[in-house]
DNA sequence: AACATGCTTAACCGAATGGTTGACTGTTAC
DNA sequence: GTAACAGTCAACCATTCGGTTAAGCATGTT
């Protein structure tokens, strides 16, 4: 196999995160979930709920996105809270940028995107 | 199940088109042909030379960066050639950009990247 | 002590992913 | 026409992924 990362390991790391990140943000149910932690930091429970889901299946997308950087957790007495964690995404973007130069942030854009992906609000 | 994309199934077309560019990102093998993309238009077999894999593999990758709308593919003679299609990189962007300013493009993060994923050379 | 809450872990399942090889289809060259 | 080239398709395989249920572990509450 060809060594695609180089620098003894550095590289692969860089790239595995990489990797990592832009897995995590392949799925809808761990970018909406992104999306509720952009409004506030919440308790894993508060997080599963307004997802047809089990606990178990929210804990590990909330693993993935750990380990992906995008967000952190930090225990208070039994209750675990979630954060996001933005800066996991300068190297995603980084690396995108490379590709051209977009149109401006168009907030209006994201705000549909933040909109259809809370699932809480995509019922009513 | 939530519905977590509404709107008839158009919120759900975005969605699945983010998925798919996400997923497509995913992978280093990926990455790596986009980047040698960045530099010039390549036919498939070019593509795939410096891979220590199969063609019927690269043809795999092509197709799924065809689906997610990354690159074109545009047959001549009996030749293949494949093409950047960085716009297809805006809806992530957008998406994205919401989580934060990051800071200004950083072209020699971005050169670090290019040159750690090219894989015809990372092994000098 | 006993119980409820918050969350993770383990075992399992079906489907998707990333790779292989071999056969096949077009296209060009001789 | 035949041979070589460019690329895809089909079948297969091992691994990963996204989900389930059930059990277990901490931590609070009474």
Known sequence: MVDCYGMGGLIMH???RLDATF???G???RRAILA???EDDMAVTDVAEPFE???AAISKHL???MR???ISQEKRGRVKWCKLEPDALR???VWMQGFGQFEPVNLDAFERFLESELPDESQT
């Open 63 to 65: 693993m993935i996105l």
């Open 27 to 29: 799925d809808p149910t």
């Open 91 to 93: 190297d995603v973007s």
């Open 53 to 55: 889901m089990s606990l």
């Open 23 to 25: 897995a995590a943000l």
């Open 36 to 38: 509720m932690l952009l």
């Open 14 to 16: 860089m790239t595995n």
């Open 68 to 70: 992906a950087g995008l």
